[in-house]
């Protein structure tokens, strides 16, 4: 089994002392030390967890990358490596080796260089992360179109592709995948506020407020809901994205198996330049691009079918 894809626990279960926070949206989760020195092994390696993954995520999501040069531009920090943060965090008050770890396994996911992830952004939500999407029809109309014409550039190009057109094709293909769910789910939280806070619920489990702190200023913490689904959501990780879709659109997840071995492919192209860990290079064909249409269509279908369900559509 591939501990990547494990459903790890969260920390949103955790009680009140375990936290060290004020009430900030923007901000990361942190944790109080002499909970943390108390804390059980299995809560301690949550918290690290879940500490990192609230600070720092793939450079691909907020990391420009120059293409001439191989690499990306870590114009907001980093690269910051995982065994140095959680040692310089939290060597203090959890032992060695659950750093060790929580570090390896971060790594594993993700590689030994990490962006920072932005919080208190300067720009407003509505001038740059807004998905212009004013239909419930729209975002599969966009991955129906987007497929079709990657299709059609393939079969123009003939059917002996070469690896490195291959693998880009592939990467596309989870990029159209990951566009669909994310103006699906932003669509619904723009077009109902059951939903936008359903999402919340579960996206800030781990966030402590008070109902005073929340209607104190409902718009502002209603935009930075939006800001969050928009731009700090890694619409890839399903297994990360089930509890909090399942929870907000009342639908049941369809089968993500297939779809998660394909993510682990993109992941070598994405980061390893088409290579796994042990240096191999990626071998793809036009099968295994057939493949992951098949399973993303299946995927999709099933979706539909429950936003369907929780969503009827009007009568005519």
Not at 57 to 68: K, L, S, V
Not at 291 to 308: G, H, K, M, P, S
Request: one cysteine or more; aromatic letters at 12%.
């Amino acid at each position: 089994m591939n501990d990547r894809y494990i459903d790890y626990g969260d920390s949103s279960n955790f009680p009140e002392e375990a936290f060290n926070m004020t009430f900030d949206m923007d901000g990361p989760v942190e944790f109080n030390d002499t909970w943390l020195v108390a804390a059980c092994e299995d809560d301690q390696l949550t918290a690290m967890r879940d500490w990192f993954a609230d600070r720092y995520c793939d450079p691909a999501n907020e990391t420009p990358y120059n293409g001439r040069e191989g690499g990306y531009l870590y114009i907001n920090g980093g690269p910051y490596n995982p065994s140095e943060e959680l040692n310089g965090r939290f060597s203090d008050c959890i032992p060695q080796n659950l750093i060790d770890e929580i570090a390896a396994e971060m790594e594993s996911e993700g590689g030994d260089e990490w962006a920072p992830k932005r919080y208190g952004r300067d720009y407003d939500y509505d001038d740059y992360f807004a998905i212009e999407v004013d239909d419930r029809t729209e975002p599969l109309k966009n991955l129906n179109i987007r497929i079709s014409s990657l299709s059609f550039t393939i079969l123009q190009s003939g059917m002996q592709l070469n690896p490195i057109v291959l693998h880009m094709s592939y990467g596309m293909l989870i990029s159209y995948f990951e566009a669909y769910l994310s103006e699906t789910v932003i669509y619904w939280a723009e077009k109902d506020e059951n939903v936008l806070f359903s999402l919340a619920i579960k996206e800030f489990e781990s966030k402590k407020y008070s109902l005073s702190e929340i209607f104190s200023n409902l718009g502002q913490f209603k935009e930075k809901i939006r800001n969050h689904l928009a731009s700090n959501i890694v619409w890839h990780r399903l297994d990360k994205l089930k509890p909090t879709l399942e929870h907000g659109l009342k639908i049941q997840m369809p089968e993500i198996r297939n779809i998660m071995i394909a993510l682990k492919n993109r992941h070598d192209i994405a980061h390893r330049g088409g290579f796994n860990k042990d240096g191999e290079m990626l071998r793809l064909n036009i099968s295994d691009l057939e493949e992951l249409r098949e399973n993303i269509t299946a995927f999709v279908d099933e979706f539909e079918l429950q936003l369907r369900s929780s969503f009827p559509l009007p009568n005519r």
